[in-house]
């Protein structure tokens, strides 16, 4: 996945890329309870969610690799684009 944000700010764009490696980590029951330790209820919240259909939208993900899913462009020239 990929963050792209250009602002007339900055000179150069800001880019994220998040490989699904990572991703995958972070859809990970213990990492997520590790992150969101501080978080009220978070612990009840993340006991709920369904970590195969998790697995499985990633595993999606990939089959639309370069599906634009954001692009957005303020007024002000700002803009924000979220790329597969």
Do not use: C, N, W
């Not at 990492?31 to 330790?37: G, M």
């Not at 697995?55 to 999606?60: A, D, F, H, P, R």
């Not at 993900?61 to 899913?69: A, P, Q, Y």
């Not at 303020?74 to 597969?84: H, P, R, S």
């Amino acid at each position: 996945m990929k963050i792209k944000v250009v602002t007339k700010e900055l000179s150069f764009p800001i880019r994220v890329v998040l490989p699904y490696s990572v991703l995958r980590l972070f859809a990970s029951k213990a990492i997520l309870k590790a992150i969101l330790r501080r978080v009220k209820h978070a612990e009840e919240i993340i006991d709920q969610l369904d970590y195969a259909i998790i697995i499985e939208v990633l595993k999606t993900f990939k089959e639309f690799k370069g599906t634009e899913l954001v692009y957005v462009k303020a007024k002000d020239g700002t803009e924000v684009k979220i790329t597969l």
